[in-house]
């Protein structure tokens, strides 16, 4: 069966390294977990004309968007950390509770306030080394 998107959730630690809380971020519409590895080309006279790659340096990062709820202690935690440029702990969580939580950096924290709708936001987290999977 195939997962809905809604229950696929954004979390961020307010609590400390040493005894993490994680608080749901307020508001969430979108999100998207992203993984991806560079390749490292071993292309040599010996494949006989056909390319040869290798895994290189992975990363993962975060984008997520959605109602903007100012008071929201996830928010925060988020504006916080951008505005002193610290390392956010976060967690990815899927519909089936599969979570993956790492390290990151803030890289881009909008906000849009328009005169006819609701205000909105979008933050992206680029991973600061390995992530984490649990079930």
């Not at 508001?27 to 895994?55: A, H, M, P, V």
């Not at 899927?94 to 933050?123: C, H, M, N, R, W």
């Amino acid at each position: 069966m195939a997962a809905r998107g809604v229950n696929f959730l954004l979390f961020v630690n307010t609590g400390t390294a040493e005894a993490p809380i994680y608080t749901k971020v307020a508001g969430q519409k979108g999100g998207t977990f992203n993984r991806s590895t560079d390749t490292i080309d071993l292309t040599s006279k010996d494949n006989y004309g056909w390319q040869d790659e290798d895994y290189g340096i992975a990363s993962w990062s975060i984008e997520a968007d959605g109602l903007l709820v100012e008071d929201d202690l996830g928010y925060q935690a988020l504006e916080d950390a951008f505005e002193n440029k610290e390392i956010v702990l976060v967690r990815w969580q899927t519909a089936a509770g599969t979570k993956y939580e790492g390290d990151a950096i803030i890289t881009d924290f909008s906000s849009e306030a328009p005169y006819d709708d609701q205000a909105t936001y979008s933050v992206t987290l680029n991973g600061k080394g390995k992530y984490e999977k649990s079930l």
